[in-house]
C-alpha cells in the first residue's frame, strides 16, 4: 500500500473535470416500455417497485446492491474458481484480501450481508439486551431483535434534519451513547452497532474522530465496537474530503485505520465490493470466531465457502482491491452529486449533503399535501415508475414498519424516496433523463394523492406490502 494519495485524472492535467477510470466493454440494451404498459405493471406490481419486473423498467435506481458492473479483472477471475467443498484456494486469497484492506484477522464468507447480521447477532445478544447504533437498518435492526435485543438509534439529532448540512449526519452522539450505558447498565450492551454511510439517513458519513471517540467510551465500559462495512469505501472518500488531516491520504489507508477501531464488522460485499453475490463476517477475538464459524455451517455452508461458489469469493477478493481504488471511489460519488445538483438547481427537496450512493428526495416536502400514513415516499417511486420508468426504493414510514412490542406503525422522522445508483453502470446522460423524470413529477406535485396498503406481510413489509391509490 502507498503512503501518499495517488493523483487523480483531474489533477495530473491541472483540471476540474472528472471522468469515469474505464471504458465500455460490453452493453446490455434497456428500452421503455409504453405508457399503458407502465401503467399496467405498477397496479400488477400493488404499487411496490420492488415488485415490478426489472424488464418493465426503463432506469433501475431501486438498490446498488447487487447491481454493479464487474471488470474485466473480476470476470477474468470468474474463471479461477476452485469450486472444491472445502478449503477453495478462492477463500484464501478472499481472507487475505479481507485481512489486507480491512485489517480483520478471521474471515467468515456468507452468502450476502444479512448472512452476516444474523450470525453476529445470534452469536452476541442476549434476550433483554440493547444494542445501540447510528441509525437502524432494516435487516441489520430485524435480526438484533430476532435474537431478543432492543435497537437503540443513538445518531447526532442533524441526521434526522434532511435540510441540514452537517457534514458527518453519520456520526454517535455520545451523549446519548452514554446516557444509555448509564441507564441499562454496561453488561446490558452487547455491542455498539456502527455503519458507514448510514443509509437510511440518506447515505452520510461518520467521521473518523467520532469512531474514535466511540471506541474510548466503549473501552472505558468495556463494550464492543462492530461494524456495518458495507459502504465503508464511500465514507472513506468523504473523509478524505471533508475530515482535517486526511486530504493526502489514500482510501485504502483510511480505511483501514477506521476498521481498526472496531473489533469487528459485517460486509454485504453486493455493494463497494463490486460484485452480484456475496458477503462476509469478520472479527479478532478468537472466541467470537470460534462462535460464529461454527454456525455458519448450519445456515449458509462450509466455513470456507459459507453459501458462495468458489468463482464469486475470487471475484469478491478482486472488488474488495479495485473498491478502495481512489479515481474509483471519487468517480462514484462524484456521479451520485451530479444527479443530486441538478435537482438542487430545480429546487427539489432532497436530503443534503448528497450521499454517497444515492440521492434520496424529501418526500414530506415533496408532497407537503400528503399524510406519512398515506405513504408519501411510495406514491412518489411509483409515480417516477410510471412518469418514465425510473424505478427507485422508498424508506421511509412502509420500511419503518411495525415497533416490534406495541404493534404499532413507526412514524420515522425521515420520509425518503431513495434514487440509488449501482457503480459503473450507468452514464451522466441517463443521470440527466432520472433528473427530468423527477422535475417532472414534482412539477406536477400538486395532482398526486398518497396510497393505501392493502397487504402487509410480517417481516420487511417493504419487499412484499401492496397498495392501491387513495
Ligand atoms: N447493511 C446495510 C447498510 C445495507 O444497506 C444492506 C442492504 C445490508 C446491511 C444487508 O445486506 O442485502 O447483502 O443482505 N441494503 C440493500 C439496499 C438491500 O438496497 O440498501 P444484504
Known amino acids: ?99 489486507e484492506f480491512y485489517g480483520y484477522e478471521h474471515v467468515v464468507p456468507t452468502h450476502q450481508g444479512r448472512g452476516a447480521e444474523h450470525l453476529i447477532s445470534q452469536a452476541l445478544i442476549s434476550p433483554g439486551q440493547y444494542i445501540p447504533g447510528n441509525m437502524y437498518f432494516t435487516t441489520t435492526r430485524l435480526h438484533q431483535e430476532l435474537a431478543g435485543g432492543t435497537f437503540v438509534d443513538v445518531i447526532v439529532d442533524e441526521a434526522h434534519d434532511p435540510a441540514s448540512d452537517f457534514p458527518f449526519k453519520g456520526n454517535v452522539d455520545l451523549r446519548k451513547l452514554e446516557a444509555l450505558i448509564h441507564e441499562v447498565g454496561s453488561e446490558k450492551i452487547p455491542y455498539v452497532s456502527l455503519a458507514g454511510t448510514v443509509n437510511m439517513a440518506g447515505g452520510q458519513p461518520i467521521s473518523m474522530e467520532n469512531v474514535r471517540s466511540v471506541r474510548e467510551l466503549c473501552d472505558r465500559y468495556d463494550i464492543r465496537v462492530y461494524l456495518d462495512a458495507t459502504r465503508m469505501a464511500e465514507n472513506c472518500f468523504i473523509i478524505q474530503e471533508r475530515e482535517a488531516g486526511y486530504s493526502q491520504t489514500p482510501i485504502a489507508q483510511i480505511l483501514k485505520e477506521f476498521c481498526g477501531y472496531t473489533a469487528g464488522a459485517w460486509m454485504s460485499a453486493k455493494k463497494d465490493s463490486l460484485v452480484n453475490i456475496g458477503g462476509w463476517l469478520a472479527v479478532n477475538d478468537a472466541d467470537v470466531f470460534d462462535q460464529v464459524r461454527n454456525m455458519v455451517v448450519i445456515y449458509e455452508g462450509l466455513h470456507t465457502y459459507g453459501g458462495l461458489a468458489g468463482r464469486d469469493m475470487e471475484a469478491l477478493a478482486i472488488g474488495v482491491e479495485e473498491s478502495v481504488d481512489d479515481d474509483h471511489i471519487r468517480t462514484r460519488v462524484n456521479q451520485v452529486r451530479y444527479l443530486g445538483n441538478l435537482l438542487v438547481a430545480w429546487d427539489v427537496p432532497i436530503v443534503r449533503p448528497v450521499g454517497g450512493h444515492a440521492v434520496f428526495l424529501d418526500a414530506k416536502r415533496f408532497f407537503p399535501h400528503i399524510p406519512q400514513d398515506d405513504f408519501p415516499a411510495q406514491t412518489l417511486a411509483a409515480e417516477l415508475y410510471l412518469d418514465s420508468g425510473v424505478r427507485s426504493m422508498e424508506r421511509g414510514i412502509a420500511s419503518a414498519g411495525r415497533d416490534s412490542e406495541t404493534g404499532e406503525n413507526r412514524h420515522p422522522k425521515l420520509e425518503l424516496t431513495r434514487l440509488t445508483i449501482p457503480r459503473r453502470v450507468y452514464t451522466q446522460a441517463h443521470m440527466d433523463v432520472v433528473a427530468e423524470t423527477v422535475k417532472s413529477v414534482f412539477d406536477n406535485r400538486d395532482s398526486f394523492r398518497g396510497l393505501e396498503m392493502v397487504y402487509e406481510p410480517k417481516y420487511l413489509r417493504f419487499f412484499q406490502a401492496k397498495f392501491k391509490r387513495i
Do not use: C
Open 1 to 99: 500500500m502507498s503512503d501518499s494519495k495517488p493523483k487523480t485524472m483531474g489533477q495530473q492535467l491541472g483540471r476540474r473535470s472528472w471522468a469515469e477510470p474505464w471504458k465500455i466493454k460490453m452493453v446490455e440494451p434497456i428500452r421503455l416500455k409504453s405508457k399503458s404498459d407502465r401503467q399496467r405493471a405498477l397496479e400488477e406490481a400493488g404499487f411496490n417497485t420492488f415488485l415490478l419486473r426489472s424488464e418493465d423498467v426503463y432506469i433501475d435506481l431501486l438498490t446498488d446492491s447487487g447491481t454493479s458492473a464487474m471488470s474485466d479483472r473480476q470476470w477474468s477471475g470468474m474463471m479461477l474458481g476452485d469450486e472444491a467443498y472445502a478449503g477453495s484456494r478462492n477463500f484464501f486469497r478472499l481472507e487475505h484480501a479481507i485481512r
